[in-house]
């Protein structure tokens, strides 16, 4: 059954996730609140997971979820099947930003171990030594300032998110599909029993 009020809550959530998203893509391009050369930044940032797998396009099926909250169930606002492609772009966007997200935190931060040339220091870790469970060896990166802790905090911020998005980008797709097959269903079998009524009440 449609939920008014679910979807409302659905669609606000998202809304604030995708722009919590792209306010953490846009803080990578400033490490420690410092203005680098587009070359000094972590090259997976220009992805843009933040900014449109988590963030726009997860905004168009929240959008969506907002406006049709007031006339029932999203499914139905412009034909059943158009909410659901847009929840599954949504889910699109939302794996894109988790699967980036996981990228940069296993490869590490771009950054100047002391030698005055830009480097990814951890890149070649094994999972087992990786820096993300050995603290000490963040000071392997000297500039720019804490860039480790920016890096793995913001990156972390967006795998989170991009994977809350995808659960709920989903769930709605889920629901509108199963709206499309099950109220076909209803409606079929509601067509029928009509029929046999207004075939019995015309009986002898």
């Known amino acids: 059954m449609c939920s008014e009020t679910g979807s409302r809550c659905t669609g606000m959530l998202l809304l604030t996730l995708a ?11 400033f490490p420690n609140g410092q203005v680098l050369a587009p070359a000094k930044v972590t090259n997976l940032v220009w992805f843009f997971h933040g900014f449109l797998g988590a963030g726009l396009l997860v905004m168009v099926p929240a959008v969506m979820l907002l406006r049709a909250g007031g006339e029932g169930c999203w499914a139905h606002r412009r034909g059943m099947l158009f909410p659901v492609l847009l929840a599954i772009l949504g889910t699109m966007g939302a794996v894109y930003c988790v699967v980036i997200s996981s990228l940069g935190l296993l490869s590490g931060p771009f950054c100047d171990t002391g030698s005055g040339n830009y480097t990814y220091p951890f890149r070649n870790d094994t999972l087992e030594n990786s820096y993300l469970f050995n603290r000490p060896s963040w000071t392997t990166c000297q500039e720019p300032e804490h860039i480790v802790l920016w890096h793995v905090v913001l990156f972390s911020i967006l795998l989170g998110i991009g994977a809350v998005e995808a659960a709920l980008c989903l769930s709605q797709a889920v629901s509108g599909l199963c709206d499309i097959f099950c109220g076909t269903c209803i409606r079929k079998g509601q067509v029928g029993a009509s029929r046999t009524l207004a075939f019995s009440s015309h009986s002898p």
């Open 19 to 29: 722009t919590t998203a792209i306010i953490a893509n846009l803080l990578l391009y």
